[in-house]
């Protein structure tokens, strides 16, 4: 009895077949691991959008009403404010030798090219040696506008505002913040400040 073997055109039909499998599961696995990649940005660009708003929401919250002293001893009100920004005086935690506790910072906000920066001075009252460190809060941001809500609940673009004079102890009823971001759109946040003497 005579040995039956594969013709050489079942074998290339075969090859064929097995590499048309082989590219579409290579095309379908390196699908997946690209939609892997994506979602993984999007989660760590989610992550890092909560984690500065978190940081703006405890940094007004924790609003002082106290006033500072600028560089060169100008008198500074516990908050200043602009469209573009803002500067105030918080309390935060920071680490000491003797463990976690509580220090009197002057923080400020605001966009340097495309990276919104938070910078925190140690130093409430300050001389002209520059002592802040600054740090991106959030990269990729293409707009920031600040709103400061008075006593009577109205919206003004500057703080202290233009008309009527303010003591320099007093904080704005509520803070709100709105940033473009090119990736999300808009996020807004309304904060609402401690309460001060009026």
Do not use: C, H
């Amino acid at each position: 009895m005579k040995a039956r073997g594969f013709t050489l055109i079942e074998i290339l039909v075969a090859l064929a077949v097995f590499s048309v499998i082989a590219v579409m599961s290579y095309q379908g696995l390196a699908g997946m691991a690209r939609n892997q990649e994506g979602i993984e940005r999007a989660a760590e660009r989610q992550r890092a959008i909560e984690l500065a708003m978190l940081r703006l929401e405890r940094d007004l919250t924790q609003a002082l009403a106290r006033p500072a002293r600028g560089p060169y001893g100008e008198n500074l009100p516990a908050m200043v404010g602009g469209e573009q920004g803002a500067e105030w005086t918080t309390l935060d935690l920071v680490a000491a030798q003797g463990g976690v506790g509580p220090q009197t910072l002057r923080v400020s906000y605001a966009l340097v090219g495309s990276d919104w920066r938070r910078r925190a001075d140690q130093v409430v009252d300050r001389s002209p040696r520059d002592t802040a460190r600054a740090r991106v809060a959030l990269a990729d941001v293409e707009r920031v506008s600040w709103r400061y809500i008075d006593s009577g609940v109205t919206r003004v673009d500057q703080w202290p505002p233009r008309l009527g004079s303010l003591p320099p102890e007093r904080l704005p009823r509520a803070v709100e913040v709105r940033l473009v971001l090119a990736d999300v759109g808009e996020i807004v946040r309304l904060i609402e400040l401690p309460e001060t003497a009026l």
